[in-house]
């Protein structure tokens, strides 16, 4: 294993802002079999994931109950995989975050492609770091699957699975569990995900592949000129009438340039729904974001 930077969440801190939550989101665990270690006692702070401090040898181990490794061979640099064999491998070039990201199996490859596309999504990446966690005196390591900051501002750190089969060995249940406090500690959020919730209703992964397909395509001035106008004047359209001040003449152009604006988070859409002439277009302004999940 290279050597990687590190980053340490302590046992205790100061209160902190860790974000707003969006209150459309789910419970934290898919699973309700899986323990809950949360301690009320202890308030969630990003201020507690931080770099490598100077500090007196000896404390630096007693008083952190994680350690996070961003490897030099893998992380957001350059992603591996060290498991999995039988699984789906598949590589993919980021516009949104300018990382290759490698994704293992459908549900991972899918979640790639719906978190290049989704507008509330400002950055991602999949298959991170290394997330070596204290439990009762002993050491584990967790590999997480993803990571993704939202529009938010929220922070969450989610394991793929492919359905609640794989969750049945009882240890392992308790290694999430522990994570999941981790997580939350640090600011993050916690989530487990199986495929069908991302796959999600029917046209979920119709229109992200139809958009993902249009994530890299060059506008020329006028087009551009448009979709910042739109994004300027800060108020909602449908579909129909921002195509034709897009493309008057050329309706799959008007739908090309659209789809690239949303898969760069500067148009807002409905994805779970199916788009029509009539589907309603929201203006997103930039939001900075400091790239907080590159560690």
């Known amino acids: 294993m290279a050597e990687g930077r590190e980053m340490k969440t302590k046992v205790t801190g100061k209160t902190a802002n860790a974000g707003r939550r ?12 899986i323990p809950n270690y949360r301690n009320p006692s202890e308030s ?22 994680a350690q996070i490794v961003v490897l030099e061979h893998g992380g957001h640099a350059r992603p591996v995989i060290n498991r999995g064999q039988r699984h789906l491998r598949s590589r993919m070039a980021s516009r949104k975050t300018g ?13 790639a492609m719906w978190n290049e596309v989704n507008p509330d999504v400002l ?6 770091f290394l ?20 529009r938010d501002g929220s922070i969450e750190l989610i394991e793929v699975k492919r359905t609640p089969a794989d969750l049945d060995d009882p240890a392992y249940r308790r290694k999430l569990g522990i994570v999941a406090e981790i997580a939350r ?22 229109n992200v592949e139809g958009i993902y397909a249009n994530r890299y395509l060059l506008l020329d001035r006028q087009e551009q000129d448009v ?36 898969a760069l988070g500067r148009v807002g859409v409905e994805l779970d729904q199916r788009i029509t002439c009539g589907t309603v ?15």
């Open 22 to 33: 969006d209150i459309r989101t789910p419970p934290r665990h898919a699973d309700t079999r």
């Open 44 to 65: 969630g702070s990003r201020s507690l994931i931080r770099r490598r401090p100077v500090r007196w040898e000896g404390l630096e181990e007693a008083s952190r109950m």
């Open 99 to 111: 990382h290759q990201q490698v994704v293992e199996g459908r549900g991972h490859r899918d979640f």
């Open 123 to 128: 950055d991602y990446q999949a298959h991170p």
């Open 131 to 150: 997330i070596r966690g204290q439990a009762g005196g002993e050491w584990f390591d967790y590999y997480p699957d993803h990571i993704r900051l939202m």
């Open 185 to 206: 500690r640090g600011g993050w959020m916690f989530r487990i995900l199986y495929h069908a919730d991302i796959a999600g209703p029917r046209w979920r992964m119709r």
């Open 227 to 262: 979709i910042n106008a739109f994004v300027m004047r800060g108020t909602t359209t449908v579909w129909s009438t921002l195509r034709h001040l897009v493309a008057p003449s050329d309706q799959r152009r008007g739908n090309a340039v659209i789809e690239n604006a949303i």
């Open 281 to 295: 277009l929201i203006p997103l302004p930039p939001v900075p974001h400091n790239d907080q999940i590159r560690l």
